[in-house]
T-cell receptor
Framework: DVKVTQSSRYLVKRTGEKVFLECVQD?????MFWYRQDPGLGLRLIYF???????EKGDIPEGYSVSREKKERFSLILESASTNQTSMYLC?????????FGPGTRLTVT | KNEVEQSPQNLTAQEGEFITINCSYS?????LHWLQQHPGGGIVSLFM???GKKKHGRLIATINIQEKHSSLHITASHPRDSAVYIC????????????FGKGTLLTVNP
């Protein structure tokens, strides 16, 4: 059974804090993704990675960075959290046939 | 950029009814995913299809690549089918980057 896990289900941070969201997959997938999901806007791609140390910007990369030092782990970093980054963050990894999503992290920035 | 339109945005049905959700996209694709998200829940991949039709229990997905259109059908709908259904075309390439529709909220009443 493919598993994509995320480090936290709920997170509350203060404006200006540096925030790390961790994602781990156990199926040796090369491609991993970070999305945010907001009401009325749907899922939007922040960054993706197609191999260790390789990354590409998605549609809304501003205010975010990523790290992929090991194949199974893809981290999303909010360098200085702002209130407009309050959202549901979803990680996914993909084989050639399916995208597997993590359970999501609901981040609130106050 | 691939523009994805889903219809309807909201759908309420009585248990047992036949449901159809439609998805149109603007750019040629290699495959299309249908995803399901229950309220407060994670996202699950239902289908990936690149041509024709696929069936999984009471769910049927069809795609017409030339017309850039896909449909998701649910036969004999049940309250447990209540969820958001998301269409996500893959524009191709080896990184399996998806574009997402905004989703259709389905409510099935007993």
């Amino acid at each position: 059974d493919v598993k994509v896990t995320q480090s936290s289900r709920y997170l509350v941070k203060r404006t200006g804090e540096k925030v790390f969201l961790e994602c781990v997959q156990d199926m040796d997938h090369e491609n991993m993704f970070w999305y945010r999901q907001d009401p009325g806007l749907g899922l939007r791609l922040i960054y993706f990675s197609y191999d260790v140390k390789m990354k590409e910007k998605g549609d809304i990369p501003e205010g975010y960075s990523v790290s992929r030092e090991k194949k199974e782990r893809f981290s999303l970093i909010l360098e200085s959290a702002s209130t407009n980054q309050t959202s549901m963050y979803l990680c996914a990894s993909t084989s050639s046939y399916e995208q597997y999503f993590g359970p999501g992290t609901r981040l609130t920035v106050t | 950029k691939n523009e994805v339109e889903q219809s309807p945005q909201n759908l309420t049905a009585q248990e047992g009814e036949f449901i159809t959700i439609n998805c149109s996209y603007s750019v040629g694709i290699s495959a299309l995913h249908w995803l399901q998200q229950h309220p407060g829940g994670g996202i699950v991949s239902l289908f990936m299809l690149s041509s024709g039709k696929k069936k999984h229990g009471r769910l049927i997905a069809t795609i017409n690549i030339q017309e850039k259109h896909s449909s998701l059908h649910i036969t004999a709908s049940h309250p447990r089918d209540s969820a958001v259904y998301i269409c996500a075309p893959n524009s191709g390439g080896s990184n399996y980057k998806l574009t997402f529709g905004k989703g259709t909220l389905l409510t099935v009443n007993p």
